[in-house]
Protein backbone atom coordinates (compact mmCIF):
# COMPACT_ATOMS: atom_id res chain seq x y z
CA UNK A 1 0.00 0.00 0.00
CA UNK A 2 2.63 2.52 0.87
CA UNK A 3 4.74 1.34 -1.56
CA UNK A 4 2.29 1.85 -4.50
CA UNK A 5 1.59 5.49 -2.81
CA UNK A 6 5.12 6.51 -3.52
CA UNK A 7 4.67 4.89 -6.86
CA UNK A 8 2.04 7.21 -7.87
CA UNK A 9 3.37 10.56 -5.71
CA UNK A 10 6.24 9.98 -8.00
CA UNK A 11 4.63 9.84 -11.20
CA UNK A 12 2.76 12.85 -10.00
CA UNK A 13 6.15 14.56 -9.12
CA UNK A 14 7.35 13.99 -12.80
CA UNK A 15 4.38 16.06 -14.13
CA UNK A 16 5.13 18.88 -11.61
CA UNK A 17 8.87 19.09 -12.58
CA UNK A 18 7.56 20.26 -15.93
CA UNK A 19 5.19 22.85 -14.00
CA UNK A 20 7.84 24.61 -11.45
CA UNK A 21 11.25 24.46 -13.42
CA UNK A 22 13.83 26.70 -12.07
CA UNK A 23 12.94 29.90 -14.56
CA UNK A 24 9.84 30.04 -12.53
CA UNK A 25 10.97 29.88 -9.32
CA UNK A 26 13.14 33.00 -10.17
CA UNK A 27 10.25 34.79 -11.34
CA UNK A 28 7.97 33.72 -8.37
CA UNK A 29 10.91 35.23 -6.29
CA UNK A 30 10.76 38.28 -8.62
CA UNK A 31 7.42 38.62 -8.05
CA UNK A 32 7.66 38.50 -4.22
CA UNK A 33 10.56 40.85 -3.80
CA UNK A 34 8.69 43.87 -6.15
CA UNK A 35 5.58 43.17 -3.87
CA UNK A 36 7.90 44.01 -1.38
CA UNK A 37 9.41 47.01 -2.62
CA UNK A 38 6.05 48.19 -3.38
CA UNK A 39 5.37 48.12 0.52
CA UNK A 40 8.30 49.69 1.11
CA UNK A 41 7.78 52.56 -1.18
CA UNK A 42 4.34 53.25 0.32
CA UNK A 43 5.60 53.27 4.15
CA UNK A 44 8.42 55.37 3.45
CA UNK A 45 7.13 57.81 0.29
CA UNK A 46 3.75 57.58 -0.51
CA UNK A 47 2.47 58.07 2.99
CA UNK A 48 4.34 60.16 4.67
CA UNK A 49 4.03 62.59 1.16
CA UNK A 50 0.67 62.88 2.02
CA UNK A 51 -0.46 60.95 -0.81
CA UNK A 52 -2.63 58.36 0.41
CA UNK A 53 -4.23 58.43 4.13
CA UNK A 54 -2.55 55.34 7.05
CA UNK A 55 -5.98 53.99 6.80
CA UNK A 56 -6.04 53.48 3.24
CA UNK A 57 -2.38 52.14 3.14
CA UNK A 58 -3.05 49.50 5.62
CA UNK A 59 -5.77 47.93 3.28
CA UNK A 60 -2.82 48.35 0.53
CA UNK A 61 -0.31 46.61 2.63
CA UNK A 62 -3.01 43.69 4.13
CA UNK A 63 -4.46 43.16 -0.05
CA UNK A 64 0.10 42.83 -0.75
CA UNK A 65 0.32 40.85 1.95
CA UNK A 66 -2.42 38.19 0.84
CA UNK A 67 -0.80 38.52 -2.87
CA UNK A 68 2.45 37.79 -1.21
CA UNK A 69 1.04 34.45 0.98
CA UNK A 70 -1.03 33.49 -2.54
CA UNK A 71 2.50 33.36 -4.72
CA UNK A 72 4.30 31.42 -1.47
CA UNK A 73 1.48 28.83 -1.13
CA UNK A 74 0.77 28.20 -4.45
CA UNK A 75 4.38 28.06 -6.18
CA UNK A 76 6.99 27.45 -3.63
CA UNK A 77 4.74 25.38 -1.28
CA UNK A 78 3.21 24.11 -4.79
CA UNK A 79 -0.21 23.66 -3.75
CA UNK A 80 -1.52 25.24 -7.21
CA UNK A 81 0.18 21.88 -8.50
CA UNK A 82 -1.71 19.68 -6.51
CA UNK A 83 -5.26 17.97 -6.47
CA UNK A 84 -8.18 19.91 -6.38
CA UNK A 85 -9.44 17.79 -3.42
CA UNK A 86 -6.27 18.57 -1.10
CA UNK A 87 -6.28 22.27 -1.98
CA UNK A 88 -10.22 22.89 -1.00
CA UNK A 89 -9.42 20.99 2.26
CA UNK A 90 -6.66 23.04 3.10
CA UNK A 91 -7.72 26.52 1.95
CA UNK A 92 -11.39 26.16 2.90
CA UNK A 93 -10.47 26.08 6.88
CA UNK A 94 -9.51 29.91 6.22
CA UNK A 95 -12.92 30.47 5.91
CA UNK A 96 -12.39 29.88 10.45
CA UNK A 97 -9.87 33.24 10.05
CA UNK A 98 -11.29 34.85 8.24
CA UNK A 99 -14.43 34.81 11.39
CA UNK A 100 -11.69 35.90 13.37
CA UNK A 101 -10.86 38.81 12.25
CA UNK A 102 -14.44 39.85 11.68
CA UNK A 103 -14.79 39.37 15.13
CA UNK A 104 -12.09 41.52 16.20
CA UNK A 105 -12.97 43.94 14.22
CA UNK A 106 -16.69 44.22 15.63
CA UNK A 107 -15.95 43.45 19.15
CA UNK A 108 -12.49 45.83 18.30
CA UNK A 109 -14.76 49.04 17.09
CA UNK A 110 -17.29 48.15 19.83
CA UNK A 111 -14.36 48.43 22.93
CA UNK A 112 -12.70 51.35 20.96
CA UNK A 113 -15.82 53.24 21.13
CA UNK A 114 -16.65 52.40 24.91
CA UNK A 115 -12.96 52.38 26.45
CA UNK A 116 -12.37 55.48 25.36
CA UNK A 117 -15.93 57.14 26.32
CA UNK A 118 -14.91 56.03 29.61
CA UNK A 119 -11.56 56.93 30.00
CA UNK B 1 -25.46 -11.56 -17.50
CA UNK B 2 -24.07 -8.10 -18.84
CA UNK B 3 -25.41 -6.08 -15.76
CA UNK B 4 -23.85 -8.81 -13.67
CA UNK B 5 -20.65 -8.39 -14.95
CA UNK B 6 -21.15 -4.89 -15.18
CA UNK B 7 -21.21 -4.33 -11.37
CA UNK B 8 -18.21 -6.68 -10.82
CA UNK B 9 -16.03 -4.08 -13.03
CA UNK B 10 -13.43 -2.89 -10.24
CA UNK B 11 -13.99 1.24 -10.16
CA UNK B 12 -10.96 3.20 -10.79
CA UNK B 13 -11.57 6.69 -10.11
CA UNK B 14 -10.12 8.80 -7.85
CA UNK B 15 -12.43 8.59 -4.86
CA UNK B 16 -13.07 4.59 -5.21
CA UNK B 17 -10.41 3.13 -2.68
CA UNK B 18 -7.31 1.55 -3.03
CA UNK B 19 -5.34 4.71 -3.37
CA UNK B 20 -4.35 7.98 -1.77
CA UNK B 21 -7.20 10.12 -3.93
CA UNK B 22 -5.10 13.47 -3.75
CA UNK B 23 -1.89 11.63 -5.18
CA UNK B 24 0.33 12.48 -1.81
CA UNK B 25 2.25 11.15 0.09
CA UNK B 26 1.43 10.18 3.93
CA UNK B 27 4.40 12.17 5.38
CA UNK B 28 3.21 15.11 3.52
CA UNK B 29 -0.43 15.06 4.51
CA UNK B 30 0.59 15.25 7.69
CA UNK B 31 2.82 17.92 7.34
CA UNK B 32 0.06 20.06 5.64
CA UNK B 33 -2.07 19.47 8.59
CA UNK B 34 0.41 20.33 11.15
CA UNK B 35 1.19 23.85 9.31
CA UNK B 36 -3.38 23.89 9.04
CA UNK B 37 -2.91 23.76 12.95
CA UNK B 38 0.47 25.97 13.11
CA UNK B 39 -1.46 28.69 11.16
CA UNK B 40 -4.48 29.07 13.21
CA UNK B 41 -1.97 29.14 15.99
CA UNK B 42 -0.02 32.45 14.44
CA UNK B 43 -3.22 34.25 13.57
CA UNK B 44 -4.74 33.81 16.99
CA UNK B 45 -1.67 35.68 18.62
CA UNK B 46 -1.84 37.76 15.56
CA UNK B 47 -5.44 38.70 15.82
CA UNK B 48 -5.04 39.27 19.08
CA UNK B 49 -2.09 41.79 18.91
CA UNK B 50 -5.10 43.64 16.02
CA UNK B 51 -7.87 43.40 18.82
CA UNK B 52 -5.30 45.17 21.01
CA UNK B 53 -4.22 47.64 18.99
CA UNK B 54 -7.30 48.64 17.52
CA UNK B 55 -9.12 48.97 20.91
CA UNK B 56 -6.83 50.73 22.19
CA UNK B 57 -6.67 55.05 21.97
CA UNK B 58 -2.97 55.51 21.02
CA UNK B 59 -0.36 53.17 19.99
CA UNK B 60 3.44 53.27 19.28
CA UNK B 61 4.27 54.32 15.80
CA UNK B 62 6.55 51.52 14.56
CA UNK B 63 8.38 53.53 12.31
CA UNK B 64 9.60 55.65 15.75
CA UNK B 65 10.19 52.19 17.56
CA UNK B 66 12.14 50.35 14.48
CA UNK B 67 14.40 52.97 13.18
CA UNK B 68 17.97 51.65 13.88
CA UNK B 69 20.55 49.25 11.62
CA UNK B 70 22.64 47.36 14.82
CA UNK B 71 26.18 48.48 14.60
CA UNK B 72 25.52 51.60 11.68
CA UNK B 73 23.21 54.13 11.94
CA UNK B 74 20.68 54.48 15.41
CA UNK B 75 18.10 56.27 14.18
CA UNK B 76 16.36 57.90 11.16
CA UNK B 77 16.32 54.68 8.88
CA UNK B 78 12.85 53.02 9.17
CA UNK B 79 12.16 49.52 7.56
CA UNK B 80 15.68 49.50 6.63
CA UNK B 81 16.83 46.86 8.53
CA UNK B 82 13.83 44.74 8.81
CA UNK B 83 13.83 44.82 5.03
CA UNK B 84 16.90 43.11 5.08
CA UNK B 85 15.58 40.03 7.08
CA UNK B 86 12.85 40.16 4.96
CA UNK B 87 15.06 39.96 1.77
CA UNK B 88 16.84 37.22 3.63
CA UNK B 89 14.20 34.93 4.63
CA UNK B 90 12.47 35.33 1.25
CA UNK B 91 15.94 34.52 -0.36
CA UNK B 92 16.50 31.39 1.58
CA UNK B 93 12.79 30.10 0.54
CA UNK B 94 14.04 30.15 -2.86
CA UNK B 95 17.06 27.86 -1.89
CA UNK B 96 15.15 25.51 -0.12
CA UNK B 97 12.54 25.58 -3.43
CA UNK B 98 15.46 25.20 -5.57
CA UNK B 99 16.97 22.20 -3.05
CA UNK B 100 13.36 20.44 -3.94
CA UNK B 101 13.81 21.16 -7.32
CA UNK B 102 17.13 19.54 -7.33
CA UNK B 103 15.80 16.75 -5.31
CA UNK B 104 13.16 16.04 -8.43
CA UNK B 105 15.98 15.54 -10.74
CA UNK B 106 18.16 13.42 -7.95
CA UNK B 107 20.84 15.64 -8.51
CA UNK B 108 22.67 14.57 -4.39
CA UNK B 109 25.11 17.33 -5.19
CA UNK B 110 22.93 20.27 -5.83
CA UNK B 111 20.69 19.30 -3.07
CA UNK B 112 23.46 19.45 -0.81
CA UNK B 113 24.42 22.91 -1.95
CA UNK B 114 21.40 24.40 -1.77
CA UNK B 115 20.54 23.09 1.03
CA UNK B 116 23.76 24.98 2.81
CA UNK B 117 22.67 28.00 1.62
CA UNK B 118 19.27 27.88 3.05
CA UNK B 119 20.93 26.83 6.88
CA UNK B 120 23.15 30.14 6.41
CA UNK B 121 20.29 32.14 5.20
CA UNK B 122 17.87 30.77 8.52
CA UNK B 123 21.22 31.16 10.68
CA UNK B 124 21.10 35.10 9.41
CA UNK B 125 17.74 35.78 9.83
CA UNK B 126 18.24 34.45 13.49
CA UNK B 127 21.12 36.72 13.90
CA UNK B 128 19.38 39.82 13.14
CA UNK B 129 16.40 39.29 15.15
CA UNK B 130 18.94 38.77 18.10
CA UNK B 131 20.32 42.23 17.16
CA UNK B 132 16.78 43.45 17.06
CA UNK B 133 16.01 41.88 20.22
CA UNK B 134 18.96 43.13 21.74
CA UNK B 135 18.40 47.01 20.43
CA UNK B 136 14.57 46.92 22.13
CA UNK B 137 15.75 45.12 25.36
CA UNK B 138 18.53 48.31 25.47
CA UNK B 139 16.02 50.59 24.83
CA UNK B 140 13.81 49.63 28.08
CA UNK B 141 11.29 47.01 26.56
CA UNK B 142 10.82 43.57 27.40
CA UNK B 143 8.54 41.32 28.75
CA UNK B 144 6.47 43.16 31.69
CA UNK B 145 8.78 46.12 31.02
CA UNK B 146 8.88 49.26 29.34
CA UNK B 147 10.86 52.56 29.39
CA UNK B 148 10.38 55.49 31.64
CA UNK B 149 7.67 58.04 30.15
CA UNK B 150 9.92 60.32 28.95
CA UNK B 151 11.68 57.96 27.07
CA UNK B 152 8.88 56.11 26.20
CA UNK B 153 7.06 59.12 24.76
CA UNK B 154 9.57 59.41 21.39
CA UNK B 155 8.24 56.10 20.20
CA UNK B 156 4.74 57.64 19.68
CA UNK B 157 2.84 60.17 17.54
CA UNK B 158 4.06 64.21 18.84
CA UNK B 159 0.63 64.93 18.98
CA UNK B 160 -0.61 62.26 20.97
CA UNK B 161 2.66 62.40 23.52
CA UNK B 162 2.80 66.29 24.32
CA UNK B 163 -0.36 65.42 26.17
CA UNK B 164 -0.03 64.64 29.74
CA UNK B 165 -3.71 63.51 29.95
CA UNK B 166 -2.64 60.79 27.57
CA UNK B 167 0.21 59.01 29.91
CA UNK B 168 -1.70 56.96 31.41
CA UNK B 169 -2.95 55.66 28.14
CA UNK B 170 0.99 55.34 26.33
CA UNK B 171 1.88 53.03 29.27
CA UNK B 172 -0.62 50.56 29.00
CA UNK B 173 -0.18 50.28 25.50
CA UNK B 174 3.80 50.17 25.24
CA UNK B 175 3.47 47.69 27.24
CA UNK B 176 0.81 45.68 25.42
CA UNK B 177 3.14 46.50 22.62
CA UNK B 178 6.17 45.09 23.89
CA UNK B 179 5.12 42.11 25.47
CA UNK B 180 3.18 40.72 21.77
CA UNK B 181 6.50 42.14 19.81
CA UNK B 182 8.34 39.51 22.28
CA UNK B 183 6.03 37.13 22.27
CA UNK B 184 5.10 36.74 18.59
CA UNK B 185 8.75 37.49 16.77
CA UNK B 186 9.84 35.19 19.50
CA UNK B 187 7.40 32.52 18.53
CA UNK B 188 8.06 32.80 15.06
CA UNK B 189 11.96 32.75 16.01
CA UNK B 190 11.32 29.59 18.03
CA UNK B 191 10.23 28.00 14.54
CA UNK B 192 13.23 29.54 12.25
CA UNK B 193 15.33 27.59 14.89
CA UNK B 194 13.53 24.41 14.78
CA UNK B 195 13.43 24.91 11.25
CA UNK B 196 17.39 25.20 10.92
CA UNK B 197 17.79 22.52 12.94
CA UNK B 198 15.41 19.95 10.68
CA UNK B 199 17.37 21.86 7.54
CA UNK B 200 20.83 20.59 9.38
CA UNK B 201 19.60 16.97 10.02
CA UNK B 202 18.09 16.88 6.40
CA UNK B 203 21.24 18.04 4.96
CA UNK B 204 23.65 15.03 6.92
CA UNK B 205 21.19 12.43 5.61
CA UNK B 206 21.40 14.13 1.84
CA UNK B 207 25.55 13.82 2.45
CA UNK B 208 25.27 10.40 3.70
CA UNK B 209 22.96 9.42 0.94
CA UNK B 210 19.90 8.06 2.57
CA UNK B 211 17.71 9.66 0.26
CA UNK B 212 19.67 8.28 -2.45
CA UNK B 213 19.39 4.71 -1.26
CA UNK B 214 15.42 5.17 -0.67
CA UNK B 215 15.33 6.02 -4.59
CA UNK B 216 13.25 9.34 -3.92
CA UNK B 217 13.93 13.08 -2.10
CA UNK B 218 10.37 12.93 -0.75
CA UNK B 219 11.79 14.33 2.99
CA UNK B 220 13.24 17.36 1.12
CA UNK B 221 9.62 18.09 -0.19
CA UNK B 222 8.18 17.77 3.61
CA UNK B 223 10.78 19.79 5.42
CA UNK B 224 10.47 22.76 2.52
CA UNK B 225 6.85 23.07 3.29
CA UNK B 226 7.69 23.42 6.77
CA UNK B 227 10.44 25.83 6.00
CA UNK B 228 8.12 27.97 3.42
CA UNK B 229 5.21 27.97 6.10
CA UNK B 230 8.31 30.16 8.68
CA UNK B 231 8.15 32.77 5.38
CA UNK B 232 5.05 32.75 4.91
CA UNK B 233 4.33 33.86 8.49
CA UNK B 234 7.17 36.19 8.60
CA UNK B 235 5.48 37.78 5.27
CA UNK B 236 2.53 38.45 7.93
CA UNK B 237 4.38 39.04 10.87
CA UNK B 238 6.09 42.15 8.98
CA UNK B 239 3.40 43.72 7.57
CA UNK B 240 1.30 44.04 10.94
CA UNK B 241 4.29 44.67 13.28
CA UNK B 242 6.45 46.98 10.42
CA UNK B 243 3.53 48.35 8.32
CA UNK B 244 0.35 49.00 9.47
Known sequence: MSEHNIHTTEEHGHEEHAALDKKKIWQVFGILLVITVIEFIIALVIIPGGHMSQHVGNFVYIALTLLKAFYIVAYFMHLKYEKLGLQLSLTVTFIFILYFITLMLIEGGYLHLHMSAAA | ?244
Not at chain 2, 109 to 122: D, H, P, R, Y
Not at chain 2, 145 to 164: C, G, N, Q, T, W
Not at chain 2, 205 to 223: A, Q, S
Open chain 2, 1 to 244: MDSLSQLDQVKTTAWSGGRSPWSVEYGKIMMWFFLLSDAFTFSSLLVYYGAQRFTKFTWPDPDLVFQSIPGIKDSGAPLVFVGLMTFILIMSSVTMVLAVEAGHRRSKKEVVGWMIATIIGGFMFLGCQALEWTHLHHEGFWWGHIPAIEELKHFFDPSVASVAANEAAMKVSGQQFANLFFTITGFHGFHVFSGVLINCIILGMTINGTFERRGHYLMIEKVGLYWHFVDLVWVFVFTFFYLV
